[in-house]
């Protein structure tokens, strides 16, 4: 089955820096890759996703990379704010398959 | 102002009883899902409902039963539960098509004494 390996497991940013996630996976038919944001106490929520087809992409101050070659994807934050503190996840799945494997988390910490 | 309506938000049981956690969605989704957290752990997928019918169960103990009564409703009937499932568990629904989002529910806290 896949196996989603996240880093770093924890991560201290000075407000207004960048953020960066990697995420890796072992099974090379994924093609579905979406990244959670989960606040203390509430649920996940999706912030981003992507698609095999497509090699980045970007909303406002979050983007996403995907190297299918190397089976790696990366969620990148720009210009990070107090909000932006929160557990994010990485998961991966195979289209038609219902089964979203996710990466261990990284808990990111905006330092004011 | 969750797409995905759990019930209850808390819920303390004993080992002996039986208990329903309870989901609900109106997006017109086909796949609804059950997610167990523990703290400081990403979700762990306990079934999935696809069409009504379950479709994944990953090998969860038979003290924790789902039911799908309709395509807008989930339950996950409980009984002689043990303190190691205490946890968060969350709903999801999404579209089943070509890989959509899962859409969580705010989840129950479950506590087993």
């Known amino acids: 089955g896949e196996n989603v390996e996240q880093h770093p497991s924890t991560l201290s940013v000075q407000e207004g820096d960048s953020a960066v996630i990697k995420c890796t996976y072992s099974d090379s038919a994924s093609n579905y890759f979406p990244w959670y944001k989960q606040e203390l106490g509430k649920r996940p929520q999706l912030i981003i996703d ?22 790696h ?22 289209v038609g398959n219902e089964k979203l494997t996710f990466g261990t988390g990284t808990r990111l910490t905006i330092i004011p | ?13 004993g080992m002996t009883n039986k208990k329903s956690l309870k989901c609900e969605q109106h997006m017109g989704h086909r796949a609804m899902y059950w997610y167990k957290q523990k703290a400081k752990k990403p979700p762990e997928l306990m079934f999935v409902y696809s069409y009504e019918k379950l479709s994944i169960n990953e090998s969860v103990p038979s003290r924790f039963s789902p039911e ?46």
């Open chain 2, 68 to 113: 799908c009564p309709n395509s807008s409703l989930l339950n996950l009937h409980l009984h002689a539960l043990q303190p190691e499932d205490s946890a968060l568990y969350l709903c999801a629904s999404s579209q089943r098509e070509n890989n959509s989002p899962l859409h969580f529910g705010n989840g129950t806290r479950l506590t087993v004494t």
């Open chain 1, 50 to 71: 992507i698609r095999s087809n497509v090699g980045e992409k970007k909303d406002q101050r979050i983007a996403v990379t995907l190297n299918k070659t190397a089976k």
């Open chain 1, 73 to 94: 994807f990366s969620l990148h934050i720009t210009e990070t704010q107090p909000e932006d503190s929160a557990v994010y996840f990485c998961a991966a799945s195979v």
């Open chain 2, 1 to 13: 102002d969750t797409e995905v309506t759990q019930t209850p938000k808390h819920l303390v049981m």
